[in-house]
């Protein structure tokens, strides 16, 4: 069973930065993509970015040149770099891995205060 544990989320001011991990207990060029949706209270929950194997990278209009998404295959890890951050940003982040199936870390918060 593929774990991902996801670290990084807090409290920042609008503005501020922020970077979230997803470590994956398997390598992650194993997966076809990786990459993070996110769910504020009272939203559907929507693609944030990803990554595929390939290193083809797709952001949602609403983060494009402020969020950048990364991997690091020795550390099983992936990241979101999350940069000039606004109150809209705040949510639950999901991490994702899709192979054959789609697997879900466990959420960490991101709250923005303005």
């Known amino acids: 069973q593929v774990q991902l544990v996801e670290s990084g989320g807090g409290l920042v001011q609008a503005g501020g930065s922020l970077r979230l991990s997803c470590a994956a207990s398997?390598?992650?060029?194993?997966?076809?993509?990786m990459g993070w949706y996110r769910q504020a209270p009272g939203k559907e929950r929507e693609l944030v970015a990803f990554?595929?194997?390939?290193?083809?990278?797709r952001f949602a209009d609403s983060v494009k040149g402020r969020f950048t998404i990364s991997g690091d295959n020795a550390k099983n890890t992936i990241y979101l770099q999350m940069n000039s951050l606004k109150p809209e940003d705040t949510a639950l982040y999901y991490c994702?891995?899709?192979?054959?199936?789609?697997?879900w870390g466990q959420g960490t918060q991101v709250t923005v205060s303005s």
């Open positions: 994702y891995a899709r192979a054959a199936n789609t697997y």
């Open positions: 398997r390598s992650i060029f194993s997966f076809n993509a």
């Open positions: 990554i595929s194997t390939g290193g083809s990278t």
